[in-house]
């Protein structure tokens, strides 16, 4: 059996070959407003630091070496 073309959907409207799309007028952008450079400030950290930017270690009589918790007798 062979198919057959159904050329009545072509009759419908919406159907039909497209029209060629017109390029849309395109505006010039608008000019950019400057903004003026923020001045950058250091701020404090919480806990004082090293160059590197890493907490200063301090020795706490409560923690050993790991950083694990002395267990003392009281």
Do not use: Y
């Not at 849309?24 to 950019?32: I, L, M, V, Y």
């Not at 806990?47 to 007798?73: A, C, F, H, Q, Y």
């Amino acid at each position: 059996m062979r198919d057959k073309k159904d050329n009545a959907t072509f009759d419908l409207p919406g159907f039909a070959p497209a029209a060629p799309l017109e390029p849309e007028a395109k505006r010039p952008p608008p000019p950019r407003a400057r903004r003026s450079a923020l001045k950058q400030e250091q701020l404090e950290l919480l806990e004082p630091t090293d160059n590197s930017g890493l907490p200063i270690w301090v020795r706490d009589d409560n923690l050993d070496l790991t950083g694990l918790p002395v267990w003392k007798r009281d």
